[in-house]
């Protein structure tokens, strides 16, 4: 299995443009997780799935954040518009099922809004 | 407050030597507490997870333990190698996910 796969992989863009994160969950897994680490507030949890549907959202910073999963091999994870506190590594997991099975980490993106 | 502690911040260690990652939480209810190892540049990989019920599990060279009363788990790395060299980071389960800062750990020759 190619495991959890991420594009890009790094990605520079300007203050005020849209941003779109992708992510591909291991075949099989039911639940997929969106995180952001930064150095500051080290790794968050912004959002997850299951089954395709948005279960918990709280994570979600603000309304310029938004994620979605429209089958069960894709989801994404848009900005917009972004700003320069939006750099992160974004990470995308999947498990099998649910918050507490153990999550495989997808290797992330890199974003810098400049 | 984090309700997730860890310490040390940073280790140094020299290969072949032992050392011990400390976790603390006060979150309430638990369902589970993991350790994940995060090399520089790439996604966790979890190491152990561990259920209240469980008092140490071990994967290798890494063994968990959970102490649920004190609320105190901790990670011990036996014989390490420089490719130990990595950030280690709590995360507890209880109803939401808590997730400790992360010990960077380096392994030197």
């Known amino acids: 299995d190619a495991g959890v796969i991420q594009s890009p992989r790094h990605e520079v863009t300007e203050m005020g443009q849209e941003v779109t994160l992708r992510c591909k969950p291991i075949s099989g897994h039911n639940s997929l997780f969106w995180y952001r680490q930064t150095m500051m507030r080290g790794l968050e949890l912004l959002i997850y799935f299951n089954n395709n549907v948005p279960i918990d959202d709280s994570g979600m910073p603000e309304d310029r954040f938004s994620a979605k999963m429209p089958n069960a091999s894709f989801s994404t994870l848009k900005i917009q518009p972004s700003e320069p506190r939006d750099s992160a590594v974004y990470f995308c997991?999947?498990?099998?099922?649910?918050?507490?099975?153990?999550?495989?980490f997808g290797p992330g993106t890199r974003l810098t809004v400049l | 407050k984090n309700q997730v502690e860890q310490s040390p911040q940073s280790l140094i260690i020299l290969e072949g030597k032992n050392c011990t990652l400390q976790?603390?939480?006060?979150?309430?209810?638990?369902?589970?507490l993991r350790w994940y190892k995060q090399d520089t540049g790439r996604g966790p990989v979890s190491l152990t997870i561990?259920?209240?019920?469980?008092n140490t599990k071990s994967n290798g060279r890494y063994t968990a333990t959970l102490d649920a009363d004190t609320k105190q788990s901790s990670l011990h790395i036996t014989a390490s190698q420089l490719s130990d060299s990595a950030s280690y980071i709590c995360?507890?389960?209880?109803?939401?996910?808590?997730f400790g800062a992360g010990t960077r750990l380096t392994v030197k020759p």
């Open positions: 561990m259920t209240f019920s469980e």
């Open positions: 997991a999947s498990s099998l099922e649910g918050l507490y099975n153990e999550q495989f």
């Open positions: 995360v507890v389960s209880a109803g939401d996910m808590r």
């Open positions: 976790c603390n939480y006060t979150v309430s209810p638990f369902s589970n």
